[in-house]
């Protein structure tokens, strides 16, 4: 299976930026296959939400974000494809959570624009973001 490792979390005042990074085991997707890889994030007693997510469809690439972080979050990718990176700007303390990066199979259309968990077959362990006031 795809092995993903986030690194990057730490604490940080609001205002503030991280960026953080996560590698796959393997690059898992051709030029021309479908798929996606993102970002989600789990608060402590509250459901894991979506936080950025790219998809590549026949070979065009789109980025999505979830309404809370337009504007402050970026989503981006090497052209190895077996990165994928976060830049955290202007940081809330209700950005604080742990965060995941996540990556569907080879070949699956993400339907829901790579922000829905049942996009994504591969989670990384996290990495814990905390800001503070």
């Known amino acids: 299976d795809l092995q993903l490792v986030e690194s990057g979390g730490g604490s940080v005042e609001s205002g503030g930026s991280l960026r953080l990074s996560c590698v796959a085991s393997a690059v898992p997707y051709t030029d021309y296959s479908d798929w996606c890889m993102g970002w989600f994030r789990q608060a402590p007693g509250k459901e894991r939400e979506a936080v950025a997510a790219?998809?590549?469809?026949?070979?065009?690439?789109?980025?999505a974000y979830a309404d809370s972080v337009k504007g402050r979050f970026t989503i981006s990718q090497v052209s190895a494809k077996n990165s994928l990176y976060l830049q955290m700007n202007s940081l809330k303390t209700e950005d604080t959570a742990m965060y995941y990066c996540a990556a569907s199979r080879t070949f699956t259309i993400c339907t829901g624009g790579g922000l829905e968990v049942d996009d994504h077959t591969y989670w990384g362990q996290g990495t814990q973001v905390t800001v503070s006031s």
């Open positions: 790219i998809t590549y469809d026949g070979g065009s690439i789109r980025h």
